[in-house]
């Protein structure tokens, strides 16, 4: 059951990367940003608990 939910979560991703393109490439790029704000945020606060 597993291995089939992850064959269908990598097909659903494939077709959604050939349907819509634009819309896929949007999504990433705001994972990629979302990444980087927390890491942003998270360097912030380690570098408030060294003063």
């Known amino acids: 059951m597993k291995k089939n939910l992850r064959y269908v979560a990598i097909a659903f991703v494939i077709f959604y990367l050939l349907s ?15 990444l980087a ?8 606060f380690v570098g408030a608990l060294g003063t």
């Open 20 to 34: 819509k393109p634009t819309e896929a490439a949007s999504v990433v790029n705001n994972g990629f940003d979302q």
């Open 37 to 44: 704000k927390a890491g942003n945020q998270l360097a912030a």
